[in-house]
Nanobody, 124 residues
């Protein structure tokens, strides 16, 4: 069993930065692939980025590539999402998810555990 708790959300102006954290409980965190997803008002939840359980592979949605950076510290059971050059269209609830996949990134149906989400609001 893995429990995930996101933090670090908030309100920021366009062009600003935020760092989200996803803290996990459970001794098996280090063996899970992790991903960030987001859901904007009135839209479906979408993939943002992915990091392999080893930390050796990352993958980003085109919409965030070059602006967002995902990392993890398995000694702290935590995954991070550094978001820079934020745009109003990045406004959403951000969720972290844990699962296992052989693909290049984690699909939503492959997520075994979800966090409760943290709100990010970017104003113009």
């Amino acid at each position: 069993q893995v429990q995930l708790v996101e933090s670090g959300g908030g309100s920021v102006q366009a062009g600003g930065s935020l760092r989200l954290s996803c803290a996990a409980s459970g001794r098996t965190f280090g063996s899970y692939d992790m991903a960030w997803f987001r859901q904007a008002p009135g839209k479906e939840r979408e993939f943002v980025c992915f990091i392999r359980w080893t930390g050796s592979w990352t993958y980003y949605a085109d919409s965030v590539k070059g602006r967002f950076t995902v990392s993890r510290d398995n000694t702290k059971n935590t995954v991070y999402l550094q978001m820079s050059s934020l745009k109003p269209e990045d406004t959403a609830v951000y969720y972290c998810g844990a699962g296992r996949t052989s693909r290049s990134y984690l699909m939503q149906y492959e997520v075994d555990y979800w966090g409760q989400g943290t709100q990010v609001t970017v104003s113009s």
